[in-house]
Every structure is written in structure tokens, then in C-alpha cells.
């Protein structure tokens, strides 16, 4: 098929270039959309993951009275002295799929040592809270189960504590004097930053027993995290703490869901970007197969004579329907390679001035791509459909009228 040179596509491209540039803006635009939204998507999710830690998906937080979250702030509504220690030991012994539990118990007390003073959020915490939030001592040790048992009067700093309040980064064996109470450095986190609403470099983490005992003088908690054996039981799990609390508290004081949404993590904003997406991907999309319709059926009209002289040496209306469908498919093709150049130059830049992980949405990618060879190849149907019906005498006859 000789008259189907991809120069002759050009030649004709080159005479109408705003006309091409509009029918491919269009599908350029779907694949920019889709690749960028989803790749800033992903990079946010990645993200949120690495701040959560390893565990952070397979968290559920019971919390006393109504727990409601907006933004990145959260609040306490109603009564918040609801959930107690033998609350946190019944969840890990009667509901399924359980894998660890840790009470929480959190102040904000005066704390000093000979460098520094200010009050600094204090948390009474059971040995496996660093593992469920994913800390890790840089030095030292962590909370051990004989430390609540023998009511010890230890802690475990976060990084920042140490470089206020002490002159050595590694202070272990130092005195932290928290309201008025002397606690023995037993260990100081690795860096660990800010996960949604709590800042652990800035935590002092004691012995539940101790600060329920000896620092806020009460057996009420702050909260109960609750491990999951895996995320796909983390509604199931929630659904049984509910009943199992309110059948132990007689009503409802209380507020269980995923960490992740307790900790006021990205999550909603990930699901917006995906719905955006998807949304302005199907509004560029529908502009761009328009764009190539019109482009497609005026060059059509335009080439009347080219199509009757191609009849004439003997072209068939098959090779005039593969015509109009190789020239549209080039048109959504060149058009998603614009796209998909744009798009991967922006989100790499976006997550480069934003310190988010690099992630590229490969599978979107070669899906927007594909997506567009399809509205190309649909586009081309109703040009391709009216060339291959046009006879060479009945264009002459258009020609003798005009």
C-alpha cells in the first residue's frame, strides 16, 4: 500500500498545524492527568507508609470518647476517662486476629535536667509500642516487661530530647527529672519524625504502670493500639472491639478506627488526586477523540480528489479505511507520548521539591497510553467509513457543481 507513507500524514499535518495541535492536546492532556495525578498519588502513599512504619497499615487505635479527625488535628469530644488497662487485656485475649496490644497513656509534664527545662509530652507506653510504631533505639535499650512490673523509674527519649537536654546524643544513665521525679535515660530513638500528629523525636516514652501511678496519678488511658495480623482484618477488628468495649462499658464512650486515619494522614487527599484524576483524564480524553474526529473528517473532505485519483490507479476501500485509521491512530499516539513526556518531567519534579520517595506510575503509564491508541483507532471509524463509500465519479460530480 504504497500511498500509505507516514509523509504524507506529516505533509498534511504541517498545513493545519493549530488544527493538529488541537485534536492532540486533548489526548495529551488525559495521559498528562492521569500519569501526574497518579504518580503524586503513589508518591503520597509511599510516603505516608514510610511515616506510618511497617506496621502502620495493620493499626487500629481505640481512643476514650468521641475521637474526630480533620486535616492534620484531631479532637477529643465528650468524656475522655473511658478505657483503662483491663479494657487493652481483654482485646488481646478475646478477639481474633489480634496480634499485640499497647496502652497509651499520655501527659505533657515540666521536665529538666542540668542543661535544659520546659514540659515535654510524656508517654506511658508497654514494651512493644516501638515495635508496633516502628521505633527503633539509636542506643540503649527499650521498654522490657520487668520495668512495669518493678514500677522503674526509666525512659526512653526521642532524638530531640537528647540534643536539648543533654550534651551528649547518647546520655544513657542520665537523669531526666520529670515533674519533680527522677528517671534514668535507659535509651534514645533512632531520628523518626513526625507520624500525623505526633512528633516521637519529641517524646519521652516511660513504663504505663509508672506514668498511670506516678505522673498522672489515674488508671484512665489515652489510647490502645491494637496489630492486626494483617490489614485485611482491620474492619473485622474494629468491628469487634466496638462490640466487645461497648458490652463492657455499656454504651458507646468510646472511638475505635485505623491508625491511619487517627494519625490525620494523607489518605483522603490521595483518594481526591485519584478521583481527579479520573475526572479530568475522561474530559481530556473526550476532547481529544473529538479533536481527531474533526481533524480526521475534514482532511477527509479536503482530500476528495486525492481519495478519487487513489480509486482511479486502483486502491481499494480497504486501503482507504486503513488510510484514515493508521493516520487518526498516529494523531492519539503522538498525542500520548506528548502526554507522557510532560507528565513524567512534572512529577519527578514535584516529588523532588516536595522530599517525597520517587515513584513513577508505570502501570498507568502504559495503560494511558494504550487507552489512547483506543480512542484514536475509534476516532478514525467514521472518516475511514465515509472515504472508503466515496466513488471517484461522485466526487467528480461535487467538483462539476462547485
Not at 497499615?57 to 469530644?77: C, E, N, T, W, Y
Not at 510524656?122 to 509500642?129: E, I, R, T
Not at 474533526?294 to 476501500?317: D, W
Request: hydrophobic letters at 50%.
Amino acid at each position: 500500500m504504497k500511498w500509505l507513507y507516514t509523509e504524507e500524514l506529516f505533509r498534511y499535518l504541517q498545513r493545519n498545524r493549530k488544527r493538529t495541535f488541537i485534536s492532540i492536546a486533548g489526548i495529551a492532556l488525559g495521559v498528562f492527568s492521569l500519569v501526574v495525578m497518579s504518580g503524586i498519588s503513589g508518591a503520597m502513599t509511599k510516603k505516608t507508609l514510610e511515616e506510618l512504619g511497617k506496621f502502620g497499615s495493620r493499626l487500629v487505635i481505640a481512643a476514650p470518647g468521641d475521637l474526630v479527625v480533620f486535616g492534620h488535628k484531631r479532637a477529643q469530644i465528650g468524656t475522655v476517662h473511658t478505657l483503662n488497662l483491663a479494657d487493652a487485656d481483654a482485646i488481646a485475649e478475646k478477639i481474633p486476629h489480634v496480634g499485640d496490644v499497647s496502652p497509651l497513656r499520655a501527659v505533657t509534664l515540666p521536665t529538666e535536667s542540668e542543661k535544659h527545662a520546659q514540659p515535654e509530652s510524656v508517654m506511658g507506653v508497654s514494651p512493644s509500642f516501638t515495635r508496633l510504631l516502628d521505633l527503633e533505639p539509636a542506643c540503649g535499650r527499650g521498654l522490657i516487661p520487668q520495668d512495669l512490673r518493678s514500677l522503674r523509674k526509666v525512659a526512653v527519649i526521642g532524638s530531640r530530647i537528647a540534643a536539648d537536654f543533654f550534651e551528649d546524643s547518647c546520655p544513657i544513665g542520665k537523669m531526666l527529672t520529670i515533674s519533680d521525679i527522677p528517671f534514668r535515660v535507659i535509651g534514645v530513638l533512632a531520628p523518626r519524625g513526625s507520624v500525623g500528629m505526633e512528633d516521637y523525636d519529641s517524646t519521652i516514652l516511660v513504663p504505663v504502670s509508672v506514668a498511670q501511678r506516678l505522673l498522672s496519678r489515674s488508671d484512665w488511658l489515652d489510647g490502645i493500639y491494637i496489630l492486626t495480623d494483617s490489614e485485611a482484618f482491620n474492619e473485622e477488628v474494629i468491628a469487634q472491639t466496638e462490640a466487645l468495649l461497648r458490652v463492657r462499658h455499656g454504651k458507646k464512650d468510646f472511638t475505635v478506627m485505623a491508625y491511619e486515619a487517627a494519625a490525620g494522614t494523607t489518605a483522603d487527599m490521595e483518594h481526591l488526586f485519584s478521583v481527579l484524576s479520573i475526572i479530568v483524564a475522561a474530559i481530556a480524553y473526550s476532547v481529544g477523540a473529538l479533536g481527531i474526529v474533526a481533524i480526521m473528517a475534514l482532511s477527509m473532505y479536503e482530500r476528495l480528489i486525492e481519495i478519487a485519483v487513489k480509486r482511479v490507479v486502483g486502491a481499494t476501500r480497504r486501503d482507504l479505511f486503513f488510510q484514515f485509521f493508521f493516520e487518526s491512530t498516529m494523531l492519539a499516539l503522538s498525542g500520548a507520548m506528548m502526554g507522557a513526556i510532560a507528565a513524567t518531567v512534572v512529577v519527578f519534579g514535584v516529588e523532588a521539591a516536595a522530599g517525597w520517595p520517587f515513584y513513577l506510575p508505570v502501570g498507568t503509564l502504559f495503560l494511558s497510553m494504550a487507552l489512547s491508541v483506543g480512542i484514536g483507532i475509534l476516532a478514525s471509524l467514521y472518516p475511514a467509513r465515509r472515504a472508503m463509500h466515496f466513488e471517484p465519479v461522485t466526487i467528480l460530480k461535487l467538483y462539476e457543481e462547485v
